[in-house]
């Protein structure tokens, strides 16, 4: 993770993902509707946060489907970071805290 002191602009940020090397997303923050404070906010009333966790959001109608495992997820902000992770079969079993999604508009937020 970043610190915030290296991130110059939050609202004006290039984010990427790709699933096995292919462009599946990429878009700015500067073009969100909902600014991050509101999301982190509204997440938090309807489900608990914990340090580590990871929000995705902006997911435009192109390029969300569902991945497999064995796939490999790479995600970025140009310029600052990408991480790579493989999709694996979960091991946790679902409950109101794992395995939730939530709509909000445009947005998916995993």
């Known amino acids: 993770m970043l610190p915030k002191s290296a991130v110059p602009d939050p609202e004006n940020l290039e984010l990427w993902l ?3 090397g292919e462009i599946r997303q990429k878009g700015s923050t500067k073009d969100r509707i909902f600014k ?9 009333s309807i ?26 997820i790479s995600a970025g902000i140009t310029g600052l970071l990408e991480v790579h992770f493989d999709v694996a079969k979960s091991s946790i079993p679902q409950n109101k805290e794992y395995g939730k999604t939530i709509s909000i508009n445009q947005f998916q937020v995993i």
């Open 18 to 20: 790709k699933v096995d």
């Open 47 to 72: 489900m608990t946060l914990f340090e580590g966790d990871v929000i995705l959001i902006d997911a435009p109608l192109q390029g969300v489907g569902p991945v497999k495992a064995g796939q490999r």
């Open 36 to 44: 991050i404070p509101f999301l982190i906010g509204h997440i938090s």
